[in-house]
């Protein structure tokens, strides 16, 4: 089955540190993975998503993520966290099988702290 | 952000209640969705329409019912719910290319609680 792990709830970092978001999936054939932020009292925004190709994605607002096929792993980054990045990521994957209508499995949400 | 506009933000409502809530992309997608967001559990895909057309229908109670007039609204009537149907309810919109490649953008939500 298909399925996306976010192994913390909370993540907390230093502002200027480097962040990371911890993602993992599973998925027959190949993955399409996205990066969604929701902000406190928001809806979600899109980051960033890999498709094909080079296994370093960039996205919006300076983040960016590994695509690892080895250890079905999609980690979000950033070289120095912002106290304005504080919110709650979530990682999906699209289903592509032939009778999920190519929906999205979604992670749960991992809340980024990121403390002055 | 624009692009996707729910109504009510907030919606306070009783039991025996009949409310809707409102969507509105100005994206000229061809999909719009219906999730429901508790806290600390994954998103909850409820509906689909596609080109106006429900395609998915994720096992949600008869007490929801979606409504798609036209590719750019979406409704979600409300009747008789329940306490634990109190939650953030997220509507989306799409271009849906058949390739799986297209992200969603969502509105802000509609926060839901029922008494």
């Known amino acids: 089955a298909q399925s996306v792990a976010q192994p913390e709830d909370q993540v907390n970092v230093a502002e200027g540190n480097p962040l990371t978001v911890k993602c993992t999936y599973s998925?027959?054939?190949?993955?399409?993975l996205f990066w969604y932020v929701q902000y406190p009292n928001r809806g979600l925004q899109f980051l960033l998503k890999y498709i094909t190709g080079d296994n370093l994605v960039k996205g919006s607002y300076g983040f960016e993520a590994e695509f690892n096929k080895s250890q079905t792993s999609f980690h979000l980054k950033k070289p120095s966290a912002l106290v304005s990045d504080s919110a709650l990521y979530f990682c999906?994957?699209?289903?592509?099988?032939?009778?999920?209508?190519?929906?999205?499995?979604w992670g749960a949400g991992t809340k980024l702290i990121i403390k002055p | 952000e624009t692009g996707v506009t729910q109504t009510p933000r907030h919606l306070v409502m009783g039991m025996t209640n009949k409310k809707s809530l409102k969507c509105e992309q100005h994206l000229g997608h061809n999909a719009m969705y219906w999730y429901k967001q508790s806290a600390k559990k994954p998103l909850e895909l409820m509906f689909v329409?596609?080109?106006?057309?429900?395609?998915e229908n994720n096992s949600v109670p008869s007490r929801f019912s979606p409504e798609c007039p036209n590719s750019s609204h979406l409704f979600l009537h409300l009747h008789t719910l329940q306490p634990e149907d109190s939650a953030l309810y997220l509507c989306a919109s799409s271009q849906v290319r058949g390739d799986g490649t297209g992200e969603l953008f969502f509105g802000e939500g509609s926060r839901l609680t029922v008494l």
């Open positions: 998925v027959s054939g190949n993955p399409y």
């Open positions: 999906a994957v699209r289903d592509m099988s032939m009778d999920s209508n190519y929906q999205l499995i």
């Open positions: 329409y596609n080109f106006k057309e429900q395609t």
